[in-house]
């Protein structure tokens, strides 16, 4: 248990670096020879994982530290294994059952609002309200772009939006940067103070500032930024952190996969994990003192100080964020896979990852 115990600490002082130098983004795909589902929607498109990733979604509430996994168990018949971080609470049964039958009777993602309102309420507002903090600090940097933006045609631009764009504008015709500009406005704005509220009005304003997120998602524009044409390193990675909010904030029309797929198969069983794991070593654990030294350890080399100076100058936020998530704890949790069968995983609570 020490030694797995002890990699593990490595291991958590190589995420936070990761993260810290940027290169935790799954839309880097193309800088790396590393296998990503993310960056192969041809197989996405047959596999489970989006289906269980939205299920996982709608049924996180964003409450600190409800965090919901799914898995299909294909050992006899299908089933659905659901777990949680935390005991599973007869309200999670009762969620659960509201969710797959109101799935059930959807036509759209969009009947889903009343129960994503209500159960999923402080994730959907967390989540406007980081798409709007990401806006705010690109601001400037994205209205210069759009000035000296070379746009094309209106669905070269805006592909899969006429439908917003109508919604919006009506028969209006408007230029593509001030629709650009219009969006993030809306995004910065209109995101920040929204309150989720199981009523017509809340649904409008949702279905706004979705539309707008949508459309800058999909946008030829965004596109420009986080592509490999942009060699404004500072501003791409910027960007590619927009482009996850944007994903965050446009992830439940995925909905609509799972509408269709329950028609054909309406009666999947599920059922939630309540194993109790006991003496498999949680705690609380501490990493290194200064990122230096995990570097040092990684590359098995000694910096130079001109080599550290440099790393604090490109970094600033390093040295704080690292003494901020010194400490961390583990906890096990059970994995359900049709492959391997029940599994502990060790997670890091510490770690500042978005989690759905």
Not at 16 to 31: T, V
Not at 115 to 126: D, P, V
Not at 270 to 292: Q, S
Not at 295 to 310: A, D, G
Request: charged share 25%.
């Amino acid at each position: 248990m020490s030694a797995i115990l002890h990699r593990q600490t490595e291991l958590s002082e190589q995420l936070l670096l990761l993260y810290e130098l940027g290169y935790s983004d799954p839309y880097m795909h193309h800088f790396s020879g590393t296998f990503n589902f993310k960056s192969h929607p041809d197989l996405l498109d047959d596999s489970d994982l989006p289906l269980l990733d939205i299920i996982a979604v709608c049924l996180t509430s964003g409450r600190p530290g409800d965090v919901v996994a799914v898995a299909f168990d294909k050992c006899e018949g299908i089933c659905l294994v659901l777990a949680k971080h935390g005991p599973v609470l007869p309200e999670d049964e009762t969620a659960t059952n509201a969710f797959f039958s109101q799935v059930k009777a959807a036509s759209s993602w969009m009947d889903l609002l009343p129960f994503l309102f209500s159960h999923s309420k402080a994730n959907i507002e967390k989540q406007l309200l980081r798409l709007s903090q990401i806006t705010i600090d690109l601001f400037s940097d994205l209205q210069l772009e759009i000035a000296t933006y070379l746009d094309k045609s209106m669905e070269d631009e805006f592909p899969k939006s006429k439908a917003w764009r109508r919604f919006l504008y009506e028969d209006r015709q408007l230029t593509i940067k001030c629709i650009l500009e219009d969006i993030l406005h809306i995004c910065r704005d209109e995101s920040s103070a929204f309150n989720a509220q199981t009523n017509k009005a809340s649904y409008t304003e949702y279905a706004r500032v979705f539309g707008a997120a949508y459309t800058l998602l999909h946008s030829r524009f965004l596109d420009m930024l986080t592509g490999v044409s942009n060699h404004n390193i500072r501003l791409k990675l910027r960007a590619e952190k927009l482009k996850r909010r944007l994903g965050k904030v446009c992830q439940y029309s995925r909905l609509n996969k799972l509408i269709k797929q329950m028609k054909r198969f309406p009666d999947i069983p599920f059922r939630w994990l309540r194993d109790d794991l006991k003496g498999t070593g949680e705690g609380v654990f501490e990493i290194c003192g200064e990122p230096t030294e995990a570097i040092e350890r990684v590359l098995n080399i000694k910096l130079s100080p001109e080599q550290i100076e440099k790393i604090t100058r490109e970094f600033p936020r390093l040295l704080d964020d690292w003494a901020q998530y010194r400490s961390f704890n583990t906890c096990a949790h059970i994995k359900n896979s049709p492959l391997v069968g029940h599994q502990v995983i060790v997670d890091d609570e510490w770690l500042p990852w978005e989690v759905v």
